[in-house]
């Protein structure tokens, strides 16, 4: 299981993925769509992306799977694959935060505070990120019947933020 993880986040981070979203075929413009051997070829390219988007839909779903299993070390191994897709690609990245800012709930204590160490490790390379994140987490701590262990890994990740006014910075949404 560990090695299909680190497999698929590995073809998916380096190999599969553009550095932009994915788009569905729903959302390509058909209507703009050239006749003749150009056009066939670019409908090929959005039907493949199309696929695309659907099997790393299908990764993320095993993933979050994964991070519900028994075993804590299959848990850990799916929380820093998530963690590292989100770092590296754009595509999914809502549902990769959510699986992570869930993790703070974990009743495993190790568990809950790698996924918040791992949120920040996200912040310290993305600081731009940081109003999305702290808007998750704030969901995440105004859920009904949330442990209150859940809610102390949470406010502690919240604890250690540094707030700052610079938009670079992240702090033009949250200061």
């Known amino acids: 299981v560990g090695q299909a993880i680190d497999a698929g986040r590995e073809i998916f981070a380096t190999v599969l993925l553009p550095d932009r979203k994915l788009r569905w075929l729903s959302q390509q413009p058909l209507q703009a769509l050239d006749?003749?051997?150009?056009?066939?070829r670019r409908l090929?390219?959005?039907t493949l992306e199309d696929a695309l988007k659907q099997r790393y839909a299908t990764f993320i779903a095993a993933l979050e799977s994964g991070s519900k299993d028994n075993l804590e070390w299959v848990k850990e191994r799916a929380l820093r694959a998530?963690?590292?897709l989100l770092l590296k690609?754009?595509?999914?990245?809502?549902a990769l935060l959510t699986l992570l800012v869930n993790k703070l709930g974990d009743p495993s204590r190790k568990l809950a505070s790698k996924a918040g160490y791992?949120?920040?490790?996200?912040l310290a390379e993305h600081p731009g990120m940081k109003a999305v994140v702290v808007a998750e987490v704030q969901r995440f701590l105004f859920r009904a019947g949330l442990q209150e262990r859940a809610r102390y890994y949470a406010v502690v990740f919240l604890n250690q933020l540094q707030l700052s006014h610079h938009p670079s910075h992240g702090g033009g949404d949250l200061a």
Not at 35 to 40: C, I
Not at 89 to 94: D, L, R
């Open 35 to 40: 006749r003749g051997r150009d056009g066939e």
């Open 44 to 46: 090929l390219l959005w």
């Open 82 to 84: 998530a963690c590292e």
């Open 89 to 94: 690609k754009p595509e999914g990245e809502a």
């Open 118 to 122: 791992l949120l920040g490790t996200v």
